[in-house]
C-alpha cells in the first residue's frame, strides 16, 4: 500500500489531483448555490468531506483508465564499489555491484533495460554502463564473500514474467568508466537504478550513501552467496578499498 501511494502521490501526480478535486468541489458548490440548496451550519463539512470523496473518486478512476498497469517498487539493498580486476580486460574504472529486490505490486509484466546513474560533486549526472557478472566474484575483504552469476537480475528476469505480487532479489553489475572508486561512496551520493518493461514504460530506485554504509558480508534469501570459504578456482578477485589516506 504505500509503494502504491508513493508511485500514485509523484509531484506531477499529486498536483493534478489536488487541482481536480478542488475545481470539482468548488462547482459542485457552485451547483448547490444555484440550485438554492443550503448548507445552513454544514458547510465546513462540506469542505472536509466533498473533497475527500472527489479525491478518492480520481484516484480510483485514473487507475481504471490506466487499466491497472505493472507498478514496479524495490530496494538496492547492498553495495560494493572497487576497482575494475586487472584480469577481466576492462579499461582502468569503477566497478559498482548491486544487490536489489524487486516487486511488482500491479499487472504482470517483464523487465528489461537496467541503468544507473550517480549524483556526484563532480558531475550532477554520471552515467554507468552494464557489465557483465562473472561467474564467480570473490570479496577476500569481507570474509571471502562470493557472488556467482546465478543470481544476476538479468539471468532470472530475461526470459520471465514478473507475475504480481512477485518479489525477485539479484545482482546487477555497473562500470563507472576512468571513474576511480574513492570518488564514489561518499555521504549524499544519489544512486539512480532504472529498469523499463517490454513497453518502455520506466521505474527507478533511489539510493543515498549514509555516513556510515553496510557493506559486511551479509546472506540474501533466494541468493547463492557463500561467506567464509576459499572461492574456487576462476573466480574473479575482486580488488581491496583504498587505504584511508594519512593527515599530515
Not at 121 to 131: A, M, N, S, Y
Amino acid at each position: 500500500m504505500v509503494q502504491f501511494l508513493k508511485s500514485e502521490f509523484t509531484l506531477e501526480r499529486a498536483a493534478s489531483k489536488v487541482l481536480w478535486t478542488i475545481l470539482f468541489a468548488i462547482l459542485t458548490r457552485a451547483l448547490f448555490w444555484l440550485l438554492n440548496v443550503s448548507l445552513a451550519y454544514k458547510e465546513l463539512w462540506y469542505w472536509l468531506i466533498v473533497p475527500a470523496i472527489y479525491l478518492a473518486a480520481i484516484i480510483a478512476f485514473t487507475g481504471l483508465a490506466r487499466g491497472g498497469g505493472p507498478q514496479i517498487a524495490g530496494e538496492i539493498e547492498w553495495i560494493s564499489i572497487d576497482e575494475i580486476p586487472p584480469s577481466m580486460g576492462f579499461p582502468p574504472g569503477s566497478l559498482i555491484v548491486l544487490i536489489v529486490l524487486i516487486r511488482n505490486i500491479g499487472e504482470a509484466t517483464s523487465l528489461e533495460g537496467w541503468s544507473l546513474s550517480l549524483q556526484t560533486d563532480e558531475q550532477p549526472r554520471l552515467e554507468t554502463i552494464p557489465f557483465p557478472c562473472p561467474e564467480t566474484m570473490c570479496y577476500p575483504q569481507l570474509n571471502n564473500m562470493t557472488l556467482v552469476a546465478a543470481d544476476s537480475l538479468h539471468n532470472k528476469l530475461a526470459h520471465k514474467i514478473l507475475e504480481k505480487g512477485e518479489r525477485v532479489r539479484g545482482l546487477l553489475l555497473f562500470d563507472a568508466v576512468g571513474v576511480p572508486p574513492k570518488n564514489l561512496g561518499k555521504p549524499g551520493q544519489v544512486f539512480i537504478l532504472s529498469v523499463q518493461d517490454y513497453q518502455e514504460r520506466r521505474w527507478s530506485i533511489n539510493f543515498k550513501w549514509k555516513t556510515q554504509q553496510d557493506t559486511g558480508p551479509r546472506m540474501f534469501s533466494g541468493m547463492t552467496i557463500s561467506v567464509g570459504t576459499p572461492p574456487p578456482p576462476g573466480t574473479i578477485i575482486a580488488a581491496p578499498p583504498p587505504a584511508p589516506t594519512t593527515p599530515p
